[in-house]
């Protein structure tokens, strides 16, 4: 028997998560894109709950547990992606102390890249 049935216009999909299309032109290891997308998914929830910085941005937990189990690796690797998004500007990580999770603050780029911007017209129009 099969665990899968065919997407259709009335297939209700549970549960998703969102991958900015920003995402799609960095040069991010996948890993680290999915990780991201995790991290927004956890925002969403912070936004929900409450959870801001006194300057307004939002306030993320994710530790490093969380993300490994998520990811399916190890916590080498782990390590690894969060200072890939790090490095990159997508996060700031401030630690709490040993046994308390890092408190995590996202970034999106202040505009939109050109390359994505095109994608975003070219398919608004092909909707039309």
């Known amino acids: 028997m099969d665990k899968y049935i065919l997407l259709t ?6 549960s998703y998560l969102r991958m900015p299309r920003f995402l799609i032109s960095m040069k991010l290891s996948n890993e680290a894109k ?3 997308a995790l991290l927004l998914d956890r925002a969403s ?3 929900k709950n409450g959870f801001f ?3 307004g941005a939002v306030r993320v937990y994710f530790t490093l547990e969380e993300a490994k189990d998520k990811l399916h690796k190890s916590r080498q690797v782990t390590t690894r992606i969060f200072r890939e998004l790090e490095m990159s500007g997508l996060i700031i990580r401030k630690r709490q102390g040993q046994g308390r999770p890092s408190l995590i603050t996202l970034k999106v780029p202040k ?3 050109k390359a994505v911007r095109k994608e975003n017209k070219r398919e608004t129009r092909q909707a039309s």
């Open 53 to 55: 910085e006194p300057s």
């Open 34 to 36: 999915v990780l991201y």
């Open 111 to 113: 505009e939109e890249p």
């Open 9 to 14: 216009k009335d297939t209700k999909i549970n």
């Open 45 to 47: 929830i912070s936004i």
